[in-house]
């Protein structure tokens, strides 16, 4: 109950917190049960099978003229040793399109990961599609406090919400970056956070050797693994930025390289603007995405043969005059589409 003296405004504002907080729990209970969904209409295809074998014979020669950018010795003394054209100096791989398509088609056309609870496997394949939270946002927004930059203590609240809500299926990254922790330790803290208030799939960065490594065994030991048993089927998954155009870099490879090896498995999404790293036409853009994405594919696949990948995308345009990125345009919108071909077109999974 509330005391006497307590201001008319503050007992409005409980009341509204109070009435708030019962809507929520009575939303909770009624949700659908935990049971990710599957697509029951056919694709959307903009463009027909004459104009994805284009877009496919563009990255093929892309991959075998100009190359793509390795700033990765590992990478490179692998890709040498199965026959691509090296370039130390300048870090330039050119590859065989032949050598290429025999790589792709030793990726997992069906993954499945299972979290430390095993009630919450997800499946990446076919008609299975599956929601995750945002990647790291730096600031939050909230009725009580308006915007600021992100904390740990709204970090670890967004992991509660994909918790408590089952149309999120997995957590990919931050869902805020939490500011107020050393990016030293921000990873060990964000991931343990994640392990302790979420049983779903996790994600962790692949920002160099100790985080990727740090990220595996906690994942392992919250499970309860062995070594053996984590490295036989995927318990979690990384996601890697092509630096467009035409270049992987060292940490995001390191890390992509590590989770490859150990079964983990790896989104490849080049960033390729419009206009900005990237062609400004949309097929333009999406010829330099697909070989950004099938010459990394190639390499995990060098890596551990079966590897878990994934064909991502984040090809957008920017604002012409102003050189900003803009998001969720009519040219976005098309480009995710056609790159779901092409992910088709390979029997890879595709993450939008």
Request: hydrophobic content about 40%; overall charge negative; proline content about 7%.
């Amino acid at each position: 109950m509330l005391e006497p003296d307590q201001p008319t405004s503050k007992r409005l504002s409980k009341r509204k917190r109070n009435a708030a907080n019962a809507s929520t729990r009575s939303f909770l209970a009624d949700q659908l049960d935990w049971a990710p969904p599957h697509y029951s209409d056919p694709p959307i295809e903009p463009i027909d099978a004459d104009g994805v074998a284009a877009i496919h014979d563009a990255s093929m020669r892309v991959l075998e003229d100009i190359g793509i950018l390795f700033l990765n010795d590992t990478a490179l003394d692998i890709l040498a040793k199965e026959g691509c054209s090296v370039d130390y100096s300048t870090k330039q791989v050119r590859m065989d399109r032949d050598w290429v398509m025999q790589q792709v088609a030793k990726a997992l056309s069906h993954i499945t990961i299972t979290p430390r609870n095993p009630d919450r496997t997800i499946t990446f394949a076919g008609r299975h599609f599956n929601f995750g939270q945002v990647a790291s946002p730096p600031n939050v927004m909230d009725i009580d406090h308006g915007r600021r930059p992100g904390t740990r203590t709204d970090f670890q609240n967004f992991i509660k919400l994909a918790q408590s809500y089952n149309c999120i299926h997995f957590s990919c990254g931050y869902p805020v970056e939490p500011l107020d922790m050393h990016p030293s330790v921000r990873h060990l803290d964000c991931l343990y956070d994640k392990l302790v208030l979420t049983d779903k799939v996790v994600h962790a960065y692949s920002l160099g050797t100790e985080r990727i490594e740090d990220a595996m065994e906690m994942v392992r030991i919250a499970a309860g693994l062995t070594h053996e048993e984590f490295d036989a089927s995927p318990r979690m998954f990384t996601n890697i930025n092509s630096t467009s155009p035409l270049k992987h870099d060292w940490p995001m490879l390191d890390g992509a390289m590590r989770m490859a090896a150990r079964g983990q498995m790896v989104v490849i999404s080049p960033f390729t603007l419009a206009g900005a790293m990237a062609p400004v036409t949309i097929v333009g853009a999406i010829v330099q995405q697909n070989a950004e994405a099938l010459g990394a594919i190639a390499l995990l696949q060098s890596v551990r043969a079966g590897a878990p990948v994934m064909y991502g995308a984040f090809t957008s345009n920017v604002d012409m005059k102003t050189g900003a990125p803009a998001f969720g345009t009519p040219e976005y919108v098309r480009a995710m589409q056609i790159s779901g071909q092409m992910a088709r077109h390979y029997n890879l999974p595709f993450r939008a």
